[in-house]
């Protein structure tokens, strides 16, 4: 189980849809190394998947999102 401080709250923007979730880093680590090392997808935990407009609705709510970077 992740501490509190390893967890890191972003915002990833698709062509489809706004994602808010937390990357969970190695303390010390910075999200450029993460996300340089990371190979086909990107894990989120908390993850929220929203229409992309301001004030769009919520599409989905998951415990673990492996988004795909290509995306």
Do not use: C
Request: proline share 4%; glycine share 8%; no cysteine.
């Amino acid at each position: 189980m992740a501490t509190e401080e390893s967890r890191t709250r972003v915002t990833i923007l698709t062509g489809n849809y706004r994602i808010r979730g937390y990357v969970e880093l190695i303390p010390g680590a910075r999200l450029t190394d993460y996300m340089t090392e990371a190979k086909d997808f990107i894990a989120l935990t908390d993850a929220e998947v929203w229409e992309p407009t301001l004030g769009g609705r919520q599409v989905l709510a998951t415990p673990f999102l492996n988004l795909r970077r290509d995306h």
